[in-house]
């Protein structure tokens, strides 16, 4: 909701905190007295980088007294670098006599700052001084702003995170908003694009299971029990549904244990029942860890309908709350999703067309057939205006420390209401959800008026006169769009038409309606209309109403079951400027949605023919989120025995590329809850076993180990270790015993296969394939370096050889740099390499005497000579003739 009061600053809110203010409001004075001012000036950042922010302190050093808001018209002078001035504002300072001004200065060099203070009457007594007095005129120092072009340095913020990672975040952590999304529940399964999963699954990789019922094979029973053989536990499907209405908040996964009792809800005092006797609980799990946090009953017997986080603003209050409620009837009670502790009750809450604000607010929209009243209820208004009804008509009330009143005093200021109910107190409180209306507009004169198809960005309500599949047919059917901006809501007044338009049907007898989930985009200016007979799809332009573009090729024919049917079946979406559909036909296409020109189709494939009636698997478009489309198989009414090989799928929604696919994962299912996602972790129930089943990325071991005694220089070295998975749910013993080493980490492209292994004791996969694994080592000289890599086998398991290159210590890290299944990871060992041995010396030469080594050597000499003489005589006495 909205408060008529300007924003607080950051910096006055620190002088509230800063100062002690007397709040109690004093008659007023008759006498007129005055009283200088003393005007204030300061800016922050000072310097500043030119083009960025700096904010301007302004007012003067007295306060007020609510229901006095401020000082008016306060204004700042600013001189330039070039001598020409600019003044800001008039403005109204908070209670604390100043408040701050958003500057950003566009040009290098000093500029001067000087706050102008207008003469005044303090309407109330504050801070000494009577009500009456007339505070003077005054002007502050002049402040020099400088301004340079090297930018100013701002807070670095903290990056995403590069490991595993749980809640609560720290509140400095903004960077990592985009990664940390929630699901509420509170469009139902119209919430197709769920914010701030930026980190969505890119494999199949299970992070925990948790047992929600007795699942899977039943087994051999008696020996008569003929028919139960290959038979599996109820799931749900069809109408009896499990895990309805999931919630993710803050990390953790809330969902009701147990179905509804339907019990012939229609005619309870026949069987002598209110329809709560069967016991009701809510669960609450850690979505990251697995870890049951609590599990209790709520009320009486209640069951878990959606989720809250708004954000309540006001002079006396920052910050976010949270609630889980339940809805009996028109009656709604919020609990605190932390402990489950009930907060509040709101009875008498309209039905209608249920969304959330821009705060996070609940909002219904809903009209009145017979008056074509268009009536905005809204959560918090039912709350601060019962507040505010309470303090502006309340008479005789004995004041308390810290609240408004004095002992038999009264007020009617709307002021001081609105002071008082800017406080968040509803708790231990029931309120009358009939104060909730914030707004009443007439609706032009259209058909089936009442009938809301979708509201679009909390901007446009569109409608019709058409029905769904289940409905009957229009032969003439009307689209309308009202506006519901802020600048044209008019209490009172009628609401702002933006199109009313007859549409021809493109073949008689044809059934036409705006099909479910996201059917239209307010960024785009599009919505879509749905031919039930001819499976094609029109595009219409949000702002006139007129045709744009249609009909498309016509889909396959199973289509017509689902392309206008009620949710959850997720028949057309649109996102990233492109409209995609699936369905009962087991196929996705994408389409422009500007132009209605077909992009990509992917089939769902079905190769063994389990569904029957189709060479693909039925699938709803379930989210997109993160430029990826996610979507799991769900019937109607499953056969028995159940088919096999149901799968999970990622797409690329740009190029409908395969991302992941995983064949016997069945998170779907038709009358239960829907997978959903929250901190870019899917959640769903798996009606093959009746489990819950989280998907998202683990954490990893990595271990290594190298000799523990020193080897030679010039010898090899194996470096061993392994890589295992230590998500969640692998350290149940039931994974431990068929693990005991540790479950091992495989590649991206094995996940889909070895997580049915690991999870569900498919048949080990043959052809799994490991991670990779960095070598790195500082040696003794101090030098850190790479030395390879290697890749784990399908148990975990690596090694590496080395010959090391010198002596002395060697540190080892062995490093695996994550994947899209798995964190990082790294472990260290040591191990020492032996100098070189020197070389061994030969034997010590006996020492030899003058004659030896003189005169023997001479004589050889001599003899030597002569022999040469007497050989070079006889060749000269054969060369005679």
């Given at each position: 909701m909205q408060f008529p009061r300007k924003k607080t600053t950051a910096i006055a809110m620190l002088l509230i905190l800063a100062s002690s203010i007397s709040l109690v409001v004093l008659p007023t004075a008759n006498a007129q007295a005055t009283k200088n001012t003393f005007?204030?000036?300061?800016?922050l950042p000072n310097p500043v980088g030119v083009g960025q922010e700096t904010l301007i302190l302004t007012g003067i050093t007295h306060a007020t007294a609510w229901p006095q808001p401020g000082w008016y018209n306060v204004t700042v002078t600013v001189t330039k670098p070039d001598g020409s001035t600019e003044t800001l504002g008039p403005v109204t300072t908070d209670t604390t006599g100043m408040t701050g001004i958003d500057y950003t200065p566009d040009k290098v060099g000093t500029y001067y700052l000087q706050t102008n203070f207008p003469q005044q009457v303090i309407q109330y007594t504050a801070a000494g001084t009577p009500a009456g007095t007339i505070m003077k005129a005054s002007t502050s120092d002049k402040l020099a702003l400088v301004v340079t072009?090297?930018?100013?340095?701002?807070?670095?913020?903290?990056?995403?995170?590069?490991?595993?990672?749980?809640?609560?975040?720290?509140?400095?952590f903004r960077e990592w908003t985009p990664i940390a999304g929630n699901w509420l529940g509170i469009r139902g399964y119209d919430n197709r694009l769920p914010p701030d999963n930026d980190d969505a699954p890119e494999t199949a990789h299970i992070l925990w299971t948790k047992q929600y019922a007795e699942g899977g094979l039943v087994g051999g029973v008696d020996l008569d029990a003929v028919n139960i053989d290959?038979?599996?536990?109820?799931?749900?499907?069809?109408?009896?549904?499990?895990?309805?209405?999931p919630v993710i908040m803050n990390g953790i996964l809330f969902y009701n244990q147990y179905s509804p009792q339907y019990a012939m809800s229609y005619n309870y005092t026949l069987f002598n029942s209110t329809g709560y006797e069967a016991e009701q609980r809510v669960v609450a799990v850690d979505l990251h860890t697995g870890k049951e946090l609590w599990n209790k009953v709520l009320g009486n017997n209640e069951r878990l309908s959606h989720g809250q986080i708004f954000y309540w603003k006001t002079m006396n209050m920052y910050g976010a709350f949270s609630y889980l409620w339940t809805t009996v009837g028109t009656t709604w009670k919020a609990y605190d999703p932390f402990t489950g502790r009930w907060e509040y009750t709101i009875t008498n809450v309209p039905s209608g067309y249920r969304t959330s604000g821009p705060n996070g607010e609940i909002l219904i929209y809903s009209i009145n057939p017979a008056t074509r009243l268009l009536t905005m209820w809204n959560s918090t208004e039912c709350v601060y205006k019962t507040y505010y009804n309470f303090y502006r008509s309340r008479t005789g009330y004995a004041g308390q420390p810290g609240d408004w009143g004095q002992a038999g005093g009264t007020s009617n200021d709307s002021a001081v209401a609105d002071y008082y109910a800017g406080r968040w107190r509803p708790f231990g409180l029931t309120f009358d959800g009939a104060v909730g209306?914030?707004?009443?507009?007439?609706?032009?004169?259209?058909?089936?008026?009442?009938?809301?198809?979708?509201?679009v960005g909390n901007d446009i309500i569109l409608g019709s006169n058409t029905n769904w599949a289940g409905g009957a047919a229009q032969p003439n059917p009307v689209f309308w769009a009202v506006s519901i901006k802020p600048a044209?809501?008019?209490?009172?007044?009628?609401?702002?038409?933006?199109?009313?338009r007859t549409w021809t049907l493109p073949m008689a007898d044809v059934h036409v309606?705006?099909?479910?989930?996201?059917?239209?985009?307010?960024?785009?200016?599009?919505?879509?209309?749905?031919?039930?007979?001819?499976?094609?799809?029109?595009?219409?332009?949000?702002?006139?109403?007129e045709q744009l573009w249609g009909p498309t090729e016509p889909e396959p024919y199973l289509s017509v079951f689902t392309n206008l049917y009620m949710n959850p079946w997720g028949a057309a979406v649109i996102k990233y400027g492109k409209l995609f559909t699936a369905g009962m036909q087991g196929v996705v296409n994408a389409y422009d949605v500007k132009t209605g020109k077909h992009l990509w189709r992917y089939n769902i494939t079905d190769p063994y023919t389990e569904q029957l009636f189709s060479e693909n698997w039925p699938a709803p478009i379930n989210f997109i989120v993160d430029g990826k489309i996610y979507l799991f198989h769900q019937e109607h009414s499953a056969n028995t025995p159940v088919p096999r090989g149901a799968p999970a799928v990622?797409?690329?929604?740009?190029?409908?590329?395969?991302?992941?696919r995983v064949n016997g994962l069945r998170l779907g299912t038709r009358w239960g809850g829907q997978p959903l996602i929250g901190d870019s972790i899917?959640?769903?129930?798996?009606?093959?076993?009746?489990?819950?089943?989280?998907?998202?990325?683990?954490?990893?071991?990595?271990?290594?180990?190298?000799?523990?005694t020193a080897v030679p220089f010039g010898t090899s070295v194996t470096i061993k270790g392994t890589v295992i998975d230590i998500s969640p749910g692998t350290q149940e013993y039931a994974l431990k015993a068929r693990f005991p080493n540790g479950v091992p980490a495989v590649s991206d492209d094995s996940m889909s296969d070895w997580m049915l292994y690991v999870y569900n004791q498919f048949p080990r996969p043959m052809n799994a394939t490991g991670v990779t694994v960095s070598i790195d080592v500082l040696d003794a000289n101090n030098n850190y370096r790479n030395i390879g890599t290697t890749t784990t086998d399908a148990d975990g398991f690596f090694s590496f050889n080395w010959k090391p290159d010198i002596d002395g210590k060697y540190t080892v890290y062995a490093s695996f740099a994550g994947s899209k299944s798995y964190w990082p990871s790294h472990a260290v060992t040591a191990f020492t390499v032996e100098p070189a041995p020197e070389a061994t010396p030969g034997p010590t030469p006996t020492p030899v005497s003058m004659a030896e080594a003189y005169f023997v050597p001479s004589v050889i000499g001599i003899i030597v000579a002569i022999a040469v003489v007497g050989v070079v005589i006889i060749l000269m006495l054969r060369k005679r003739p």
């Open positions: 005007a204030i000036i300061g800016a072009e090297e930018p100013r340095k701002y807070y670095p913020g903290v990056p995403l995170p590069t490991e595993f990672w749980t809640r609560p975040i720290n509140a400095q290959a038979i599996s536990y109820e799931h749900g499907d069809a109408y009896e549904g499990k895990f309805i209405n209306i914030q707004w009443n507009m007439t609706m032009p004169d259209l058909p089936m008026v009442n009938n809301i198809q979708t509201v044209d809501v008019r209490p009172g007044q009628q609401a702002r038409l933006l199109f009313n309606d705006i099909p479910g989930s996201e059917p239209a985009s307010l960024e785009d200016g599009v919505f879509v209309v749905s031919a039930k007979e001819l499976r094609t799809h029109y595009g219409f332009s949000l702002a006139t109403g990622c797409l690329n929604a740009t190029t409908g590329e395969e991302i992941w899917i959640a769903g129930f798996s009606s093959y076993d009746n489990q819950v089943v989280a998907i998202g990325r683990g954490p990893s071991a990595t271990s290594v180990t190298a000799p523990d």
